[in-house]
């Protein structure tokens, strides 16, 4: 059964500073790793994805991230954040071949500070 | 196409009465998730449909909680009776899933926030 672990739940940040949210998959296969973004009052929304290839994948809004199969992460990053990058982002993984169902991280609040 | 649509997006009820939650999925979307999210136990996946049809319901927490699909467009969410531990945001997503891989990603929509008092 595949599982996600993201070590923390709230990330407090100044903006234009660096930042990375951490994730850890664990899963017997091959997987899908994705990061949605979740504004106030709204539902998620997907910032990027990995299938195949590349190890880094670039998102919208400046965020990237990689994948990482030997310590099984999947890490969030941007250079330099804004006040609007606040809020809750989650890591989500899935099993190609199998259902295709993402399995969701608990979450991770990101807190700009101007 | 305006994206998965709930509604309402606000519910309040007072506890024993019946919650219907309903989601219009995207066109051409071939699989429907519900999804409840709470502070405690983040976001879990209570069921989800492919072609109408429901394929696994195990994540429904209770004989009080029921989901439909009555067709390609329209799919129900109820709980009889309401509880106030059913507190929580709800959300619909639909998938493209069809046969390409890059079809894996879940367009969810804005959630309803449910308050059984």
């Known amino acids: 059964a595949q599982s996600v672990t993201q070590l923390d739940s709230q990330v407090p940040v100044f903006e234009e500073a660096p930042v990375e949210l951490r994730c850890n998959y664990s899963?017997?296969?091959?997987?899908?790793l994705f990061w949605y973004v979740q504004y106030p009052n709204q539902g998620l929304q997907l910032l990027l994805k990995?299938?195949?290839?590349?190890?880094l994948v670039k998102g919208i809004n400046g965020f990237e991230a990689e994948f990482n199969k030997s310590q099984t992460s999947f890490h969030l990053r941007k250079p330099s954040v804004h006040i609007s990058d606040t809020a809750e982002y989650f890591c989500?993984?899935?099993?190609?071949?199998?259902?295709?169902?993402?399995?969701f991280g608990r979450g991770t609040s990101l807190i700009v500070h101007p | 196409d305006a994206g998965v649509i709930q509604s309402p997006r606000h519910e309040v009820t007072e506890m024993g009465q019946e919650v219907t939650l309903r989601c219009k999925p995207i066109?051409?979307?071939?699989?429907l998730f519900w999804y409840r999210q709470t502070m405690m136990r983040g976001l879990e996946l209570l069921i989800y449909?492919?072609?109408?049809?429901?394929?696994?319901d195990s994540g429904m927490p209770e004989d009080r909680f029921s989901a439909k699909m009555p067709n390609a467009s329209f799919s129900t969410l109820k709980i009889q009776p309401s509880e106030p531990r059913d507190s929580a945001v709800y959300f619909c997503?639909?998938?493209?899933?069809?046969?390409?891989?890059?079809?894996?990603?879940?367009?969810f929509g804005q959630g309803t926030r449910l308050t059984v008092v």
């Open positions: 997503a639909s998938s493209p899933r069809g046969s390409g891989v890059q079809n894996t990603e879940a367009f």
């Open positions: 899963s017997s296969v091959s997987v899908y």
């Open positions: 990995y299938l195949s290839g590349s190890t």
């Open positions: 989500a993984v899935s099993e190609p071949g199998g259902s295709y169902i993402p399995t």
């Open positions: 066109s051409g979307h071939d699989y």
């Open positions: 449909f492919n072609n109408n049809v429901p394929i696994d």
